[in-house]
Structures are given as structure tokens and as C-alpha cells.
């Protein structure tokens, strides 16, 4: 099963959808460097090589969100959303 999951502001996962059946195969070259990207970014982040400096508060355009990373809690006034 694939699981497809946002985190809010506050942390909190949302199931977004379940897919039974997952693939990373391409049927167009769109798709293929959508899928590419995915996993390049998805191994930047995991970095299993360790070669991410240990203070970093991004890594790929994505912002850390522990060890200090930049998280804002902080909601903006007046403005009501659904999560």
C-alpha cells in the first residue's frame, strides 16, 4: 500500500488517500522526471550517506521540522481554514 500524507502547521498528519497498488512506473517522460524527482528529493532527505552538515535547517527546499529546524506554530489572525 501507498499512503499519501500532509503534516499541518501544528504537526499533524492528515491521510490525504490510500492507493492499493503504488508504481514508479512511467508511461510518459513528464511522468518519468516527476517520479526521478521524487526519489532524488526522498534520498536528500534521508541522506544515507550522511552527507548533510548536522545543522542544516533545509535540505532540498524542504525545511526540517525537528533538531531545531524552522517550524512556525503560529497561526496568522482573521484567516479560517479547514485544518
Given at each position: ?5 500532509m ?7 492528515w491521510?490525504?488517500e ?8 512511467a ?25 548533510n552538515?548536522?545543522?542544516q535547517?533545509q ?17 496568522p ?7
Amino acid at each position: 500500500y501507498g499512503y499519501d500524507v500532509m503534516i499541518d502547521q501544528d504537526l499533524k498528519p492528515w491521510l490525504i488517500e490510500v492507493n492499493a497498488s503504488p508504481s514508479l512506473s512511467a508511461d510518459t517522460q513528464a511522468d518519468h522526471d516527476l517520479k526521478v524527482g521524487l526519489l532524488e528529493d526522498m534520498l536528500d532527505v534521508i541522506d544515507m550517506e550522511k552527507k548533510n552538515a548536522p545543522n542544516q535547517e533545509q535540505i532540498g527546499g524542504f525545511d526540517l521540522i525537528y533538531q531545531g529546524g524552522p517550524v512556525k506554530r503560529e497561526r496568522p489572525v482573521g484567516v479560517s481554514t479547514f485544518l
